[in-house]
């Protein structure tokens, strides 16, 4: 199970049911895995983990600051649900200081997002980011 989560302290570029679209075109491109479900999901991941049966939450580690939080989040889902482990998988050197920051940076500035994002991510975070471009021209007053 892929699962979607929004985070309260973020404001997402892209609402769920937009992220759930963009992961399920971007599996397809890799043979799109029979054995894959995506979700869309609410309130504690752990909770959610369990409801579904999951025995584990695999979660991605780019730098030592995710590190540092991932940790806090898998020792807080142990003293939920000790039945769920956490595993971590690290990212390859050329993504680890990839954030969805700096990719919306690049597109609203027109840059290559080839090595960054799956083509079924950078067509949709472009257009996105064209009309966030339009919107701060226009309240500068540039148009």
Known sequence: VVLIMGNPRKTCLFNSEERKQMVIDSLKSIGNPENV????????????????????????????????????????????????????????????????????????????????????VEGPLKEKMAKVAENLKAAQGQI
């Open 37 to 120: 479900t995506v979700m869309i999901g609410s309130g504690l991941t752990v909770e959610f983990a369990r409801k579904i049966g999951a025995a584990v939450i695999i979660r991605g580690i780019r730098a030592v600051s995710d590190y540092e939080y991932e940790l806090g989040q898998a020792t807080a889902n142990m003293m939920l649900a000790h039945e769920i482990e956490t595993a971590f998988l690290i990212a390859k050197p050329q993504y680890s200081f990839l954030s969805s920051s700096v990719c919306k940076e690049i597109a609203l500035n027109g840059g290559d997002l080839l090595n960054l994002v799956p083509p079924q």
